[in-house]
């Protein structure tokens, strides 16, 4: 499980493809891609709509104990992809203004993309199968203990990230969809 | 524990998002909604109005300007309410904002003068990808950059006035891109560049001309635009340019106009050759052995218009009658071959009727001549001793062709007309008397020697 660093690199490249194409927009219009246009716009709804989706499904295939879709280090690997290339994109959208709840939910997303990291180091330490059950013994029970007490304690502070972050964005889409997107 | 079916809605989790929504709501409670906001609201100030002399005084207050989906108003009525002269002019299509509103109805105040740009952005300062200036009749959408690839400002074309033009900087600049396409340009159509473009349309290479009724199709894609608008000056000369193949090809006509100005009758836009004439168009149709006959036969020295259709043009030294049937072959000849004859000698002045129908023809064209013989009878038909010379030579007075065996019945000396029906003495025929000519006759052939006899 997480052998090798295929997903990282996989989520390079990507971020590199969509920043050539930053680039061209750039070159192109002389100018940043505003966040209301046609470029920065888009990436903004696709980058969010894959940080939404790295969560909800990697959750629920991770509590699914009815049907058993695709193995969790696929899951994991393209949870890790979906949540390095969604912010990058999401960053892009912002065209560098960090201004009132945007900027908040930009500052968010920055947060747990490190903590993301962090927990991705963590949860490498401990063996595991490809399903992601731990394999006894080859740690000592010292060790092993000490990482999943490291690992309950990241999730504490991941997933109220996440929350945090999530909020703050619906509510920065509402605002746009209320002040910009339906302006009349 | 009991796990939930999404990770995220942990205690922590659902209490984190709880705090979230909080803090966002006091601080929206606390600021109004300047947390919402793309960026500062410019601070330019000016008049008071609405109580505010700068947008940027207007705070966290979003609803001083915009207005919420499902109202009446927009967000151009609450500029109208402040800047009231502004919406005064807006209904004056004499003024510029007046010509703009009337032009584009859909266009808003803040889509030449967009906010949220900072508090030193200048509101009426327009930046050029701002302002719809395909609204005023030019767009820029050709124009993206300067020739020094600058993003256009305004000044760059209208200098100080934005309300003014000269024509003159459109040649200045676009010199700089291609002195020679300009200086060819402008000789072929003039200087007065805003006659045809409009900033949409570059008329260049892209151009699709076959959006137009002449479609430019083989040769004519490499041909330039002023080939054949050579007298265009303005967009709608090009419409009423001929599309006529003689109006741009008459000096290019090698038959010299010999065959009318419609070269597509023959030819095509893939070229001068090859030619496909179909001689059938033409009054002479060319049929039977006529088609395998080579053009310069009839044309000599390609002399194609004013070609004699008459037989005889060409036909003269072939004339097996010597001309005596005159000059029109086709009365008894037809293109299929010479050999084919329809000649009906009842079409002439001698009409071959009764007993002449069935003659051979060497009877009566017995020298070779078949024409300007005489028609009359004895040119035949000579007077037979039997008459003794008593009728002359016009024997169509008693004879006909149907009935040579004709029977006198005029009338005759010494014998009575009995009852007007002539001569009828005894119902007997001329021999009956007349046994060897007609000067002398015989009564004893029937009555007896005996005159108080019988």
């Not at chain 2, 584009?104 to 952005?121: I, K, M, T, V, Y």
Request: hydrophobic share 35%; with cysteine.
């Amino acid at each position: 499980m997480l052998r090798g660093y295929k997903e990282l690199w996989l989520a390079f490249l990507a971020m590199l493809l969509i920043s050539g194409l930053y680039a061209a927009v750039y070159v192109a219009t002389r100018a940043i891609p505003p966040a209301y246009e046609l470029f920065g716009h888009g990436i903004g709804i696709i980058g969010f709509i894959l940080m939404l989706m790295t969560e909800t499904l990697y959750s629920l295939r991770k509590r699914s104990r009815s049907v058993k879709w695709g193995k969790m280090s696929t899951w994991l690997q393209s949870h890790i992809f979906m949540g390095l290339v969604g912010p990058f994109m999401v960053l892009l959208h912002s065209s560098w203004k960090f201004n009132g709840l945007a900027g908040v939910s930009m500052l968010l997303t920055v947060i747990i993309v490190i903590s993301g990291f962090i927990g991705r180091y963590i949860f490498t330490r401990i063996p595991r199968t490809m399903d992601g059950l731990e394999i006894e013994g080859t740690l000592s029970q010292e060790a092993l203990k000490q990482a999943r007490r490291l690992m309950s304690l990241w999730h504490t502070i991941h997933i109220p990230i996440g929350m945090a972050l999530f909020i703050s964005a619906f509510v920065h889409i509402g605002a746009a969809l209320y002040f910009a997107t339906l302006l009349k | 524990m009991k796990r939930n079916r999404l990770g995220c809605l942990t205690g922590t989790g659902l209490i984190a998002a709880l705090l979230t929504a909080l803090l966002i709501a006091g601080f929206a409670y606390a600021r109004g909604g300047s947390i919402y906001s793309p960026g500062p609201l410019s601070a330019q100030s000016g008049e008071m109005r609405g109580g505010v002399t700068s947008h940027a005084q207007t705070g966290g207050n979003c609803n001083a300007c915009h207005t919420a989906p499902w109202e009446q108003a927009t967000l151009a009525d609450r500029c109208a309410a402040c800047h009231t002269e502004i919406a005064a002019q807006m209904r004056n299509v004499a003024s510029m904002h007046g010509t703009l509103a009337h032009n584009n109805p859909q266009l808003g105040c803040r889509d030449c003068h967009p906010e949220h740009r900072g508090a030193d952005a200048k509101l009426t300062e327009l930046h050029g990808a701002d302002f719809p200036h395909e609204a005023v009749g030019f767009s820029l959408n050709g124009h993206p950059f300067t020739a020094a690839r600058e993003p256009f400002t305004c000044q760059d074309c209208h200098g100080d006035d934005i309300s003014k033009f000269d024509p003159v900087t459109c040649t200045g600049c676009h010199r700089q891109i291609d002195a020679a396409f300009m200086a060819a340009h402008a000789l072929a159509y003039g200087t007065a560049c805003l006659e045809c473009h409009d900033g949409v349309d570059r008329f260049g290479k892209n151009f699709d001309h076959n959006r137009f009724p002449f479609r430019i199709e083989g040769k004519h894609a490499g041909v330039s635009c002023d080939q054949c608008h050579s007298s265009a000056h303005r967009l709608s000369d090009f419409s009423v340019t001929s599309q006529e193949c003689d109006s741009c090809h008459k000096k290019d006509d090698p038959h010299d106009g010999r065959f009318g100005a419609r070269c597509a009758d023959c030819h095509n836009e893939n070229g001068w050759r090859p030619a496909k004439f179909d001689h059938n168009l033409a009054s002479f149709k060319l049929e039977g052995e006529h088609q395998e006959v080579p053009c310069d036969s009839c044309h000599i020295n390609k002399v194609y218009k004013g070609t004699p259709t008459d037989c005889y043009s060409c036909h003269q030294q072939q004339d097996a009658h010597g001309g005596q049937y005159g000059r029109d072959c086709a009365i008894c000849h037809d293109p299929s071959s010479w050999e084919h004859v329809n000649f009906d000698h009842n079409n002439t002045q001698f009409p071959l009727t009764g007993a002449h129908a069935g003659v051979e023809c060497q009877r009566c064209h017995s020298s070779g001549q078949f024409t300007g013989l005489s028609t009359s009878c004895s040119s035949c038909h000579g007077d037979p001793a039997f008459h003794a010379g008593m009728f002359g030579l016009e024997c169509a007075s008693c004879h006909t062709t149907s009935n040579w065996s004709a029977v006198y019945k005029g009338p005759h000396p010494g014998i009575a007309d009995e009852g007007g029906s002539g001569v009828n003495h005894g119902g007997g025929g001329c021999r009956s008397c007349h046994t060897q000519t007609l000067s002398t006759a015989t009564c004893t052939q029937c009555h007896s020697g005996n005159p108080g006899g019988d």
